[in-house]
């Protein structure tokens, strides 16, 4: 069956990084791409980026630029967010969802969601 | 970037009866090449990722009970259920595709009145 299964829940402190990882099965990772969407708690959902794994190109939403990095492992089926500097405002769900290989597509499959808090 | 509005914010509907979300966006999503309008409708339950319903607007999703249906064009779309079951209570969210960054309206909490 077709799905992405997220790494656990994180808790880090303010300025520290994260990385979360997004494994997909049940289909060819290589023809599609990820895009990454947080939820912080009790509001609503935002994207992040997004990844093909197709080639590896990547589009940032600009708040995201400067301290987002994702990468796909294409050996493992795998996709990773990682994020720098952290804030408290950074406390939220984080979901992997399946996009299409060159993105702009429509949201078809998603993650179990991981959830980082951010505290000191 | 795309601004995605929702109203109403939440609606309370009785079972069997129809429940209807509009979504607004800031910029038009049709996309003149293809016909194709750049919009998804998700229904999020507590605890729960999101989930696909509609995709181009108006394409239900595999396996999304026809009492869903998704309509409309360019910068207004809507988001209608036939007659509510007490598993549709959810918050749902259109989201834009058209252009990044993608962007998602802040959702309607659809629950039994």
């Known amino acids: 069956q077709v799905q992405l299964v997220q790494s656990g829940p994180e808790v880090k402190k303010p300025g520290a990084s994260v990385r979360v990882s997004c494994k997909a099965s049940g289909y060819t990772f290589t023809t599609y791409g990820i895009s990454w969407v947080r939820q912080a708690p009790g509001q609503g959902l935002e994207w992040l980026g997004w990844?093909?794994?197709?080639?590896?190109?990547?589009n940032f939403a600009q708040k995201f630029q400067d301290r987002v990095t994702m990468t796909t492992d294409t050996s493992t089926n795998t996709a990773y967010l990682e994020m720098g500097s952290l804030r408290s405002d950074d406390t939220a769900v984080y979901y992997c969802?399946?996009?299409?290989?060159?993105?702009?597509?429509?949201?078809?499959?998603w993650g179990q969601g991981t959830m980082l808090t951010v505290s000191s | 970037d795309i601004v995605m509005t929702q109203s109403p914010d939440s609606l309370a509907v009785s079972l069997g009866e129809r429940a209807t979300i509009n979504c607004k966006s800031s910029q038009n999503l049709l996309y003149s090449t293809n016909n194709k309008n750049y919009l998804a409708w998700y229904q999020q339950k507590p605890g729960q990722p999101p989930k696909l319903l509609f995709y181009?607007?108006?394409t239900r999703d595999s396996g999304v009970s026809d009492r869903f249906s998704g309509s409309g064009s360019g910068t207004d779309f809507t988001l209608t259920i036939a007659s509510l079951q007490a598993e549709d209570v959810a918050v749902y969210y259109c989201q834009q595709y058209f252009d990044t960054p993608f962007t998602f309206g802040p959702g309607t909490k659809v629950d039994i009145k």
């Open positions: 990844i093909s794994a197709y080639n590896g190109n990547t």
């Open positions: 969802a399946r996009d299409g290989r060159f993105g702009f597509e429509a949201l078809d499959i």
């Open positions: 181009w607007a108006s």
